[in-house]
Nanobody
Framework: VQLVESGGGLVQAGGSLRLSCVASGRTFSDYAMGWFRQAPGKEREFVAAISWRGGITAYADSVTGRFTISRDNAKNTVYLQMNSLKPEDTAVYYC????????????????WGQGTLVTVSS
């Protein structure tokens, strides 16, 4: 599976961004999808995940209520809508895919994208 992210950029605190990740190479609906992020000097961390058909979602506590993950299987695309952004959300955001579901994805995804940078200014 090849994953290509887009939608990152510079935004002021309190603003919004929507990240997109387009998948190719396999049947998209066979994979749970998710987002991770890595801030400068920190380890990569889980952000959000969504099951094959979108019926199950999971979020990190730090983004619950502000971020929403969704997917469009007809477009082979997963989205991350980010609202009320904070400077501490600044990171490279990575799209991820896993054949075995959201719990497996949260631990060790099968596939990674190259990442897109999100910078939130104060």
């Amino acid at each position: 599976v090849q994953l290509v992210e887009s939608g990152g950029g510079l935004v002021q605190a309190g603003g919004s961004l929507r990240l997109s990740c387009v998948a190719s190479g396999r049947t998209f609906s066979d994979y749970a999808m998710g987002w991770f992020r890595q801030a400068p000097g920190k380890e990569r961390e889980f952000v959000a995940a969504i099951s094959w058909r979108g019926g199950i979602t999971a979020y990190a506590d730090s983004v619950t209520g502000r971020f929403t993950i969704s997917r469009d299987n007809a477009k082979n695309t997963v989205y991350l809508q980010m609202n009320s952004l904070k400077p501490e959300d600044t990171a490279v955001y990575y799209c991820a895919a896993d054949r075995f579901g959201t719990d497996s994805l949260k631990k060790r995804p099968d596939y990674w994208g190259q990442g897109t940078l999100v910078t939130v200014s104060s």
